[in-house]
Structure formats: structure tokens, C-alpha cells
């Protein structure tokens, strides 16, 4: 039924109606396991939706192809929305979705490479993308490769220092291969990201370590899909893209609350969410 | 006098000839370019040497990504640091992975002598062999140092080598092939076993010599393969000798010894002593001085094995 592995054209109106059908499967995969991330599920599923829908040069096919781009999800803990991607891609079968976090399922909570094609990096524990990512880059730079590295952190995983370890060693290799994706929604676990601990001026930050930033709409396709398109921003400068999104974008009463980063929603919660999200009602 | 030597010298001509032969060999450093020998790697491949600066985290995570898009990094960083700081990049990068990083730390044990406990590596074997998918390697001298670089070179997964400064005799012969998970045997014996690795091998093997003038006939095992164990070696010197002495540049609490104790305790039960450094944090002086303090000498081994085997030093 899901089968768009070759879907990778970046039509926007079609990335919109993937976005919706990974949003919806996401929340029930969370439904299902009762735990998971569905706040960060929602906030990232664009960005996901546009890169492997219209940027990555990615083969479902060949999952290890060498001269593939990489796409490294920093922030693992968003795995609803990565493994919904990834199958609706043709990674692995959509159907295996129920298995989400089930005994001995290849869907753990976070991802494993060692299991799962498609996933570049384990990650979960925060700011251990960003680093694998600066490697990578640093790979196809050293072989002279074209492929290129995206990785997406959250913002309040950026309050981990190996980030900024990673941030300085990308400009100073001036990897203009390489992208951050920020999915700056403003939350985190506890709370807002600025009152547990600020980020701000986030760009300005990024700027000063020497890399070339630009700031879009982590909801507008077109935004979303012509500035990942147009790397290098500079040459020599590695690219960070400040993705301004919205915590549990698409279902109004998840939307922007911290209380959903982990919440679980109940039936009525789901029934209601995938109503929002546009799922047809049969009589 | 016995010749001894610094075996970064044969890590570091090993991984230049590694990377002459294969272009997928890079060095990652964390600015440790003279404790780690590589100088010279820099100036025959500079554009395989990355160096991330004084940042362990980033720089195992580099590894991590450079083996993802193909090459076979060589991770090196002092052992306290590569371990202490970034052992959760270890953990997940690395060995959760099975990323093809080579881990190699430097400078381990109490090399850092009169620098201090923030600078010994005594816990490092503990919280590497404790990790699921990691290979680690503890080498006894140049020869195996050497070997020990191209298995690991060789071998798809990640590698933790856990290499000293501290000068050693050989205690190989030019025949002498390393391979992962098997311990050999320098000398055979009946009474007791001496099992060590690394810097203590050497002193090991010296005991044995002084427990034959002691008429104690003794075996001597060097465990340079810490994970995965050769698990038959100790079984067999356990049936053969039926009392053990591990020794051991570490911790004696989850290193060589525990390792060893955990095959035999559930196994093949046998007296056992565990040498190395109690749990304390050890005073200044040089490392040298410090195997004297811990009593990690040929003597206090010696005397460990015969308190073990129930008979007297004989003065």
C-alpha cells in the first residue's frame, strides 16, 4: 500500500500528504508501544520528509552504496519519525512498523545500523551525531568523494558540549559537504529550551564558529527544500540550517506543549490527533 | 642488560606502513602528536592525519563517521582521556556500531607516573572489556605491538589497543604470530601459572626465573587478548598447575585479573592472586618507581606466587 520508493521527486503537494502519513503512523507506533517521542516525532517529520523525498541521494536498494549521501539523525530519540520515513522510502517494509519496540524488533526506541538499513549511526544519547557527521564529511573529503553528510540535532541537544567540539573542527576542516539541520522548536524534555538553559542567539553562534547559516521555516516545504538544495551556502564553510519548527506541529493540542516530548496519547487522544492529521473516516 | 624499548616507536612505524600500503588508514589525534609518535605519519600523509584538537568526545565520533564513509581510522589519545572522556562515544560509536574504529590509547597504566592519578590509566581495561562488540589488546612488546596494529587494521569492527610508553624487553621471538583471542604460552610449567600482559609480561617471565631457583616450576601466559578471552588457555594452566597469579599494570578490580578469576570461579576453581594496583589513587613518582611501591616486580611476584603455593622466600 505504502510504497514510494520512487517517490524522491520533491513534489511539494506529494510531500505534504507523505508528511501527514508519517505523522499519523508515527503517533500510532507511540500509541502502540505506549512510549515514545511523539512532540519531536511531529516537529522533525518535514524536515525528514523533504530531505529523503527530494534532497538525499539515497537508494533503498543499496542501503551501504558507498557513494551515497548520508543522512545522520542526531537526535535517535525521534525514532517514530525516522523508521516511518525510512519505510515509507522503501528502507524496509511499512508493515514492520507494528513492530515498534516490540521484543526482539529491529525498531528499538533508538535506532541501530547494525539492524536496521538506512540508519547511518546509533544514536540516543545526544550529541553523538553531530561528531559521527563531521567524520563523514571529513571522509568524503579526504577521498575527494560527492557525496554529502546531513545531520539533524534538536536544539536542546545542543546544550551537550561534543556538539561545539564538532562545530569547531567542521569549520576548521572547512567542510562545505557537510549540513546541520537544527529543529529549533523551542522545547525541550522540561521545559522551554531558553529557560532551562539558552541557545540564543543560536545563528549568531553558529556564525562565529565560521559557519554559514541560513534560517527557514521547518514546515515550508519549498523553504525547506530550496535551501537544503542550495549547499554549499559558502565555499569552505560548513552549513548549519535553523529549521524553525513547531513542537508536535499538526495536531492542535499537542502543538508547543513540553508536556508531549514523552507523553503517550490515550485512544480518544489518538482518535482525535489522526482526525486532525487529516485520516479518512469510514462509515 | 637487557635492551628495552618504547613500543609507540613500532605502533607508529606499523601505521605508516599500513597507510603506504592501503589509502583508507587515517590517524585521528586529539593534538597528541609527539606522545602518540606520529610526527612523522603527519608529514608523509597529512591529508590522513586529522587532528580535532583537545576533544576526545569529537574525536571518537570522528572516528565513528570517517569508518561510515569507508576509511579505517587509528583513534589515538592518552589512555585516561581516550577512555575517561569519551567512553560513551566508545560505547555507541564504536562498539554498539560496530563502526570500524581503531581505539588506541596511549600512554596507559602508571606511564604518566610523577604527572599524577588524573594522568594514570588503571581503570581503562575494566571499562573497555565490560563493553559488548569491543575487541581489546593489550600488547607485551614491540613484535606484538606491531602485530597487534595490522590485526587490528585487518579485523571489520571496532579495536580498543592498550599501549604503554613505559620501555620493555621482547619477550617474543621473531616467529611469534599474534592473533586475537589466543594467548600464548612463553614458557611451560607445573606448579603455578603467571598469567600478565602488557608491561608486565616481561617481569613475569622473570619471576618464573627466580621461582626455578625456588624450585617452584612455573608457566607463564601472556594475556594480550583481553576480549575476546582465551578462555581455554586459562582453563588449561588452571587443570595444569592448579594455582594462578595474574599480573597486571591496572586496577586490580576488573581488569586481567577479574577476567581471569571470573573463567576460573565458574569453571575450574583454583588458588589465585590478583597483582596490580589496589583501589587507591597512587603518589607521586615515576612509573618505574611506582612498580617498585606496588610491588609489580619480579621479586613481588615471585613472592606472591610462593605465599600462593604455601612455601617461604628463601633469603
Redesign the interface.
Known sequence: MHNYANAGDGNLPNLRELASTIRRESLRMVHRAKLGHPGGDLSATDILVTLYFGVLRVDPAQPRS?DRD?FIMSKGHCSGALYATLALRGFFPWEELVDYMQPLSRLNGHP???ELPGV??????L??G???????????K??S?PWR?FVLTGDGELQE??NW??I??AA??QLDNLTVIVDRNGIQQGDRTETIMRLDPLPEKFRAFGWAVREVDGHDYEALSNTLGATPFESGRPNCVIARTTKGKGVSFIEDRAEWHHHVPSDKELAAALLELGEEVHG | MVEKFDCREAFAATLEDLAAQDERVVAVVNDAVGSTKLGKFYKRFPCRFVNVGIAEQNMVGVGAGLANGGKIPFVCGASCFLTGRALEQIKVDAAYSRANVKLCGMSSGLAYGQLGPTHHSIEDMAWTRAIANLTVIVPADPNETAQAVRVAAEYDGPVFLRLSRTPVPEVHGPDYRFHIGVAPVLRQGTDVTLIANGTMVSRALEAATLLAADGVSARVVNMSSIQPLDRDAILDAAEATRAIVTVEEHSIHGGLGGAVAEVTATACPVPMRILGIPATFAPTGTAEWLFEYFELTPQGIQTAALQLLGARVQQ
Open positions: 558507498p548520508r541501530n545500523r547494525t547511518e549511526a546509533n544514536t540516543g544519547p550529541g553523538h553531530f561528531p559521527i557527521a563531521v567524520g563523514a564529511a571529513l571522509a568524503a579526504i577521498g568523494a553528510t558540549g561534543s567540539e564538532a569547531m573542527s576548521h576542516y
